[in-house]
């Protein structure tokens, strides 16, 4: 029997494709009711101010840089969503006088524009590339410098980006957003079309797919230009290069930063409750995480809101 059709977009498979009690049982969650679903390999921890938020978030690429020597290269996946830990990650490698030659970072992501059929250019007001650079690592002391060579940035051509990870570097940390369609990078859940008609893939098949080039989701692109463009959804490329599964499951850990500002109250509850009952489903991509051995959900606590209704 074919599954609900998607209340937001009914060619695509998304949370509203769920059972029912599902959702309603996430809404129901408290905070207290978050804290209790850490199990093992899966931890939830609360910050009380954004300060602490984004400082712990930029702390993670200094405690992954640290460990990097030039036998055991060491680098982080970072996300472009938030960005506020950006900054942050630049004084502190500054203020620390850390040497990042031999350390690595990853792009998670990048827009990717029809027309040239190439990821979008670093001079496009919404590319990556450009936020990651002029918000941490232009600000980097000259003498401190990562080597150009130890920046993966995805591109169209998908080879160079795929090799970095089984490179003989190793990925520390993935940290990662969340996305109104439960999503982290660009890992969207897929169009119902084809063979996923009727059911969307099975978590280990959604679990093989790599770095690619990928159709966004509407919700995607109705989150992106409200958190970063105004909301004129007609300035957001409606396809992107993402960072896989595949490569997910390469990083030692996985790091999730809600700040209540790119996913709403329900969608932050969500996703933590599959994840601590173990329930992976491929329209929920977050929720496949549930199989990652070492993911941890960071939460500003002002920005969880509550799921009660309100009306304005």
Not at 21 to 38: G, M
Not at 91 to 118: A, P, Y
Not at 141 to 155: G, T
């Amino acid at each position: 029997m074919s599954r609900k059709i998607s209340y937001i977009a009914p060619d695509w498979w998304d949370y509203t494709t769920l059972e029912s009690d599902l959702i309603n049982d996430a809404a129901r969650l408290t905070e207290r009711d978050l804290k209790q679903l850490s199990r093992p390999g899966f931890e939830v921890v609360f910050y009380d101010t954004l300060q602490d938020f984004y400082l712990a978030e930029a702390l993670e690429y200094i405690t992954a840089w640290r460990q990097s020597t030039a036998d055991n290269p060491v680098g982080i996946c970072g996300p472009i969503g938030p960005t506020e830990q950006l900054p942050l990650v630049a004084r502190l490698v500054n203020e620390l006088d850390l040497n990042l030659k031999h350390s690595h970072f990853w792009g998670m992501d990048e827009w990717f524009d029809e027309n040239t059929q190439r990821e979008v250019s670093p001079k496009h007001p919404l590319s990556f590339e450009k936020a990651d650079r002029e918000l941490c690592f232009d600000l980097i002391h000259k003498p401190l410098v990562m080597p150009e060579s130890n920046l993966h940035f995805p591109k169209a051509d998908l080879v160079t980006y795929q090799k970095s990870w089984t490179a003989g570097v190793r990925c520390a940390v993935m940290q990662g957003g969340q996305g109104e369609i439960k999503h982290w990078a660009f890992n969207d859940p897929l169009k119902r079309e084809g063979v996923w008609k009727n059911a969307p893939p099975s978590p280990a098949v959604f679990r093989e797919l790599a770095t690619r080039i990928v159709e966004l989701h509407p919700g995607t692109l109705s989150q992106n230009a409200r958190t970063s463009g105004g909301g004129n959804v007609t300035m957001v490329p409606k396809m992107a290069i993402t960072v896989g599964p595949k490569e997910t499951w390469l990083a030692e850990k996985v790091s999730i930063w809600q700040a209540g500002v790119h996913d709403n109250p329900l969608g932050q509850r969500l996703t933590a409750l599959m994840i601590s009952k173990g329930i992976a489903d491929s329209s929920v991509p977050m929720s496949l995480l549930a199989d990652h051995p070492n993911v941890k959900f960071n939460y500003y606590r002002g920005g969880l809101g509550s799921c009660s209704v309100e009306m304005h």
